[in-house]
């Protein structure tokens, strides 16, 4: 059996999940989060409501939360029989090419699993440094995909996913 997630789907959940998630994760009340956050009521004055969001404070319990507790899952060691490029320090130092050492790779997988409930890593290759490297995609980044179930167990069978690369030391990452 095939199940597919179309797009409608995921952009429900963007809206009604994730950006309010997203939006504690960052601790940064802007304007228009505020508005977001703070609807306006029926027949309220444009003044009164622009009162309300200036004096409004959203005190955030959830991002402390759950960096606290993606800092404990980040105890842990790495077995002798993992993977050479886990080992080795010259590129255990860089495991996406954005610099990251394989704690910060996984402290940032953690607290994004944490808060929306699941993430993508993906394994890539650059064929210019010669080296794979780690990419973390959240799942705003997924446009749709599709499920293969067999016995009981879901399967990715097909992503679309939102990638972007960047130019980092004159070299295209």
Not at 129 to 158: A, D, M, N, R
Request: overall charge negative.
């Amino acid at each position: 059996m095939r199940i597919d997630y179309r797009s409608d789907l995921w952009q429900q959940l963007q809206d009604q999940v994730w950006t309010p998630i997203r939006d504690l994760l960052e601790e940064c009340w802007s304007l228009e989060k505020l508005q977001r956050h703070i609807p306006r009521r029926a027949a309220e004055p444009r003044d009164a409501y622009q009162m309300r969001i200036n004096s409004a404070y959203l005190d955030n319990y959830f991002s402390p939360a759950i960096r606290s507790y993606a800092a404990l899952l980040g105890e842990y060691d790495i077995s002798d029989d993992a993977p050479e490029v886990f080992l080795d320090e010259d590129t255990s130092s860089n495991v996406d090419l954005m610099g990251s050492d394989l704690r910060s790779f996984l402290a940032s997988v953690d607290i994004e699993a944490l808060a929306l409930g699941a993430c993508a890593i993906f394994v890539d290759y650059n064929s210019k440094l010669e080296t794979p490297y780690l990419c973390l995609t959240s799942l705003e980044e997924i446009f749709g995909l599709k499920v293969l179930v067999e016995e009981g167990q879901h399967y990715i069978e097909c992503m679309a996913v939102h990638y972007t690369t960047e130019e980092l030391d004159g070299k295209d990452v």
